[in-house]
C-alpha cells in the first residue's frame, strides 16, 4: 500500500501539472485501472482523486479559473 503522504504528493504533482483538469486526469486513470481489473491501482487512484479534491477546496484561486 502507498504511504498517505506518497498520495498527498501524487495529488499536488498532479495539479501543478494539469492544474483544474487534475481531477480529471486522475478519475481517468481509475476507471482505466478499473477497466483492466486492477483493483489496487483503482483505489490508489480514487484516493489520489480525493485529495486532489481536498486540495481544490482549500485553493480559492483553483475556484476563479
Not at 8 to 32: E, K, T, V
Not at 55 to 65: C, I, Y
Request: with cysteine; proline share 2%; net charge negative.
Amino acid at each position: 500500500m502507498i504511504d498517505e503522504w506518497e498520495i498527498w504528493a501524487c495529488a499536488n504533482q498532479l495539479m501543478q501539472q494539469y492544474g483544474d483538469a487534475a481531477s480529471f486526469h486522475a478519475a481517468q486513470r481509475a476507471d482505466d485501472l478499473f477497466a483492466a481489473n486492477d483493483m489496487d491501482g483503482h483505489l490508489t487512484w480514487l484516493r489520489i482523486l480525493k485529495r486532489i479534491e481536498n486540495l481544490e477546496d482549500l485553493d480559492p484561486q483553483s475556484s476563479l479559473q
